[in-house]
């Protein structure tokens, strides 16, 4: 596996210079009526930390409404965890719950938790984390489609997350996939600025998981190109 310590000190890639095209969603690889499963593996933010009903206003629960009846969308998230095995709250003692679902599709949305001060300290090890979470479930029986979510931006700081800090995390991101062939989601540059959409400056409000449900929905599932006039 491609070390990746350092990555701080790595200029933004782009994904399109990759050596390997990303594997795109297509639902026609998916045989008869079989229910597509989709695992939304992350943290507070996709449980829905704060929301009156995480069942329906959380972003996975609003991905599968939009996504429709063909889906079995899986809310994963573990509030207070982190991607890095070293962090407080490692995310790592909950993948057999989500190897257990067989999933078609994974979208992993992690690095929150991780731009904590007392976790920032092992920043070095993100991007190797990173890449064997992704590995992971490439390796699972079901040989899942895996999608990587950048976090959302972090509009106020609080609970000891940094925008600084997670925007730093993108880079590697971006060299993971790159490694894996996987596709990256932008589900951070949405929330830029955007006050109105968060509950405390970290947690989307209501109208904040609709947009992130339309972020991940768009990255799964491109929106097809307005007809030239």
């Known amino acids: 596996m491609m070390r990746l310590r350092g990555w701080l000190l790595v200029l933004p890639l782009v994904l399109a210079a990759c050596e390997c095209k990303p594997q795109m969603f297509d639902a026609s690889h998916y045989a008869g009526d079989a229910k597509i499963r989709v695992a939304c593996v992350g943290d507070s933010i996709t449980a829905g930390s704060g929301l009156a009903d995480p069942t329906t206003q959380a972003y996975p629960a609003l991905l599968g409404q939009m996504l429709g009846e063909r889906f079995d969308v899986h809310?994963?998230?573990?509030?207070?965890?982190?991607?890095?095995?070293t962090g407080d709250r490692p995310y790592w003692d909950?993948?057999?719950?989500?190897?257990?679902?067989?999933?078609?599709?994974?979208?992993?949305?992690?690095?929150?938790?991780?731009?904590?001060?007392?976790?920032?300290?092992?920043r070095a090890e993100f991007g190797n984390d990173l890449a064997a979470m992704v590995e992971h479930f490439q390796n699972l029986p079901s040989?899942?489609?895996?999608?990587?979510?950048?976090?959302?931006?972090?509009?106020?700081?609080a609970y000891g997350i940094s925008d600084e800090h997670v925007k730093a995390e993108q880079p590697a991101y971006q060299a993971v996939a790159r490694e894996k062939c996987v596709q990256v989601?932008?589900?951070?540059?949405?929330?830029?600025?955007?006050?109105?959409?968060?509950?405390?400056?970290v947690h989307p409000n209501v109208e904040g998981a609709k947009v992130l449900a339309q972020t991940i929905h768009d990255g799964l599932i491109p929106p097809a190109p307005a007809p030239s006039k």
Request: no cysteine.
């Open 75 to 85: 809310n994963f998230g573990q509030s207070g965890h982190t991607l890095m095995k």
């Open 143 to 157: 040989k899942p489609l895996v999608l990587l979510a950048y976090p959302p931006a972090v509009t106020q700081s």
């Open 94 to 122: 909950k993948l057999p719950r989500v190897d257990q679902f067989e999933p078609d599709v994974v979208i992993i949305m992690l690095g929150s938790n991780d731009s904590k001060p007392h976790n920032w300290e092992h």
């Open 185 to 201: 989601i932008d589900a951070y540059t949405p929330f830029v600025g955007q006050f109105l959409l968060m509950r405390d400056g």
